[in-house]
């Protein structure tokens, strides 16, 4: 496996200095709304999500996990998602896994399957409309799950999820990350990137790729061992009062251009307690690996899930409090 430290991005060594120096590139985000939705439709009776940690678009869906739900969210990605009108959309709830979580937080926490990572597989000859893979983080032993829920032609869950065991896929990952925490995934030139978050007892940052067609086999039971990593990418992302920031998702550019991410420098030793959420950046990294620029988010909300929307960037937020909707927000790229 070949490891390769991502060049520093020499004019922003911290985000520190962006915020003291250059705050005229703070970039704004528009809330379009938050993610509620029928508490019929929630195990414990809950109006809204609170949790979002992975978005995907697909087509006229977008798709969203939660890392304390067993329930993949679903939401139009129309105009009503898209611009911000009275009257958006709410949630809709489509169970992956079995069985319900304690109600009680520490219960709950020590329970979750902590699904943080979220990518739209593309066809194969197992799941021809292709498919969502979602991942736990790695974090703890019951968080190495991962969960292919099959699409249809309309893009809409088809048939029961299947439940992956994600142990093989990381044992090489947790020797070289002992504080292993995969919070984003993303497809990019036929390659699977999770992408390693740091933190303030470790705060390396990784892009770490796989070959596709390989892993596609692996998860589809036609290939016995997941295939090893092409490459690890260490990424220095700089610190925010004392505070290292940390991937949190990615996103392809088209066209092989590279890919976008989102950052946010929570305070926290490591991948299991939650701290405050300090500051938020997204970044960019070229087709060549390198890191090229970041812009800190107004008002710093912990974005964990990012998808493309055109020119646009579509964010959801985990707002670390069940009793706080996480929202849908937007920032224009061009």
């Not at 490891?3 to 970039?27: G, K």
């Not at 799950?145 to 990952?173: C, E, F, H, K, W």
């Not at 016995?224 to 004392?242: I, M, S």
């Amino acid at each position: 496996m070949e490891v390769t430290l991502a060049p520093p991005l020499l004019f922003v060594c911290a985000l520190a200095f962006i915020y003291a120096h250059i705050a005229m590139h703070l970039i704004t985000p528009t809330p379009l709304q938050d993610l509620l939705l029928d508490p019929a439709t929630h195990p414990r009776g809950q109006p809204h999500l609170s949790a979002a940690s992975g978005l995907v678009r697909s087509g006229a869906w977008l798709y969203l996990v939660a890392d304390d739900e067993h329930h993949l969210g679903l939401l139009p990605a129309g105009a009503a998602v898209l611009q911000h009108l009275p009257q958006a959309p709410l949630v809709q709830l489509h169970r992956i896994l079995p069985g319900d979580l304690p109600a009680e937080p520490k219960a709950r926490k020590k329970r979750k399957p902590d699904l943080e990572a979220l990518a739209l597989l593309p066809a194969s000859p197992a799941h021809p409309s292709g498919a969502l893979l979602a991942l736990g983080s790695g974090s703890k032993p019951n968080r190495q799950r991962g969960v292919v829920i099959a699409l249809d032609a309309t893009g809409r869950p088809d048939g029961a999820a299947q439940v992956v065991d994600l142990s093989a896929l990381y044992a090489p990952l947790r020797s070289e990350f002992a504080d292993l925490n995969i919070e984003g995934a993303f497809i990019g030139n036929d390659c699977l990137h999770l992408l390693q978050r740091g933190n303030k007892g470790d705060a390396r940052n990784a892009c770490i790729s796989y070959p596709l067609a390989p892993l596609l086999a692996w998860l589809a039971g036609t290939r016995t061992e997941p295939p090893a990593p092409l490459r690890t990418t260490q990424f220095d992302l700089g610190t925010v009062d004392g505070v290292p920031l940390g991937f949190t998702d990615g996103a392809a550019l088209p066209n092989g251009e590279g890919w976008l991410f989102s950052a946010v420098a929570e305070n926290t030793d490591d991948s299991y307690a939650d701290g405050e959420c300090v500051a938020s950046a997204i970044g960019w990294v070229g087709a060549d690996g390198v890191l090229e620029r970041m812009a800190p988010l107004q008002g710093a909300p912990k974005v964990e899930g990012i998808a493309l929307a055109g020119d646009r960037l579509l964010m959801v937020t985990d707002a670390d409090d069940p009793e706080r909707a996480s929202r849908l927000l937007l920032i224009a790229l061009a």
